[in-house]
Structure formats: C-alpha cells, structure tokens
C-alpha cells in the first residue's frame, strides 16, 4: 500500500507540465527564463508548478542574483522509483497466488 506522501507525489508528477519540468531539471540545474523557454509555458504559471514541486520536496531552489535556479531532488525520485520496483515485484511473485472465491 501507497503511503499519503507517496500517493500525493504521484498526483504531484501526475501533471504534464510537472512532469516536463522535472524530466528538464533531470538534466541540468535551471533557472525559471530556461524553463519558460523551453516548455513555452507563460511565467506565472511555470512558477505556480515550480511552487507545488517545492512543496513536494521535489526541487530545491537557488537563489543567483535576481534569478532563481531550480534543482531535481534525486533522492525523492529514486524513493518513489524504488517503491514501484517493490510493487513490481510483488506483483511478479503473487502471480501464482489466487483467493478463492467463496
């Protein structure tokens, strides 16, 4: 079973947009003009998913000036890879296992 924070990670992930930001900062460490530039999303929305994947633990910030630079936190992406390798597991061992219908 999902724990809540893991269960709000996915929802978090679950968003296109989130998803292309993260998938983005995988590759290198940006500020939000980068990210602007290349998800064509408009400023104030960049920075309101920026803000929820913050306070998800999944991106730090660093501030440059009057830039912000955003980073992938790696450690929170590999937890819940790691938990959906377990579920994948599981599931391959409890192919064999069927409850009987009563």
């Known amino acids: 079973m999902l724990t809540s924070v893991e269960a709000d990670l996915i929802?978090?992930?679950a968003d296109p947009l989130r998803l292309r930001i993260v998938t983005l900062l995988a590759h290198e460490t940006l500020c939000t003009?980068?990210?602007v530039e290349e998800t064509g999303a408009k400023q104030?929305?960049?920075s309101n998913h920026l803000k929820v994947l913050r306070e998800a633990g999944v991106v730090d910030t660093?501030?440059?000036g009057r830039f912000t630079y955003y980073r992938l936190r790696p450690d929170v992406i590999a937890s819940?890879?790691?938990?959906?390798?377990?579920?994948a597991e599981t599931a391959r061992t409890a192919g064999t296992n069927k409850?009987?219908?009563p």
């Open 44 to 46: 104030t929305n960049l």
């Open 62 to 64: 660093e501030p440059c």
């Open 80 to 87: 819940l890879a790691d938990r959906f390798a377990e579920l």
């Open 11 to 13: 929802r978090v992930l």
């Open 33 to 35: 003009t980068h990210l």
């Open 99 to 101: 409850r009987a219908c």
